[in-house]
């Protein structure tokens, strides 16, 4: 069984920051690409940035400048800071994961179960 849990949502004030957390846990043989997504009401779901292995990342066009993705290898945790939040960054943020279960295995993808982020006055 693969685990990935969210942290860090949260109500927050147009302009502030908040940090996004999500570790993976069970059985993991290694973890691939990890992203962020986000789904708000009413919208589809979209990429909001993702990170390789190697640390290469790439951003949605409406949040580049404002988060950055970052992981850590060791602790199987991928992380994303957002500054200068705005209102339209009001949504679900899911914590995804490219990762295989053993040497042998094919990688498949995971999702946490989401986090809340609000920006409101």
């Known amino acids: 069984q693969v685990q990935l849990v969210e942290s860090g949502g949260g109500l927050v004030q147009p302009g502030g920051s908040l940090r996004l957390s999500c570790a993976a846990s069970g059985s993991i043989f290694s973890i691939n690409d990890m992203g962020w997504y986000r789904q708000a009401p009413g919208k589809q779901r979209e990429l909001v940035a993702a990170?390789?292995?190697?640390?290469?990342?790439n951003y949605a066009d409406s949040v580049k400048g404002r988060f950055t993705i970052s992981r850590d290898n060791a602790k199987n945790t991928v992380y994303l800071q957002m500054n200068s939040l705005k209102s339209e960054d009001t949504a679900v943020y899911l914590c995804n994961a490219g990762l295989k279960q053993a040497a042998w295995g094919r990688s498949a993808y995971y999702w946490g179960q989401g986090t809340l982020v609000t920006v409101s006055a």
């Open positions: 990170i390789t292995r190697g640390g290469s990342t």
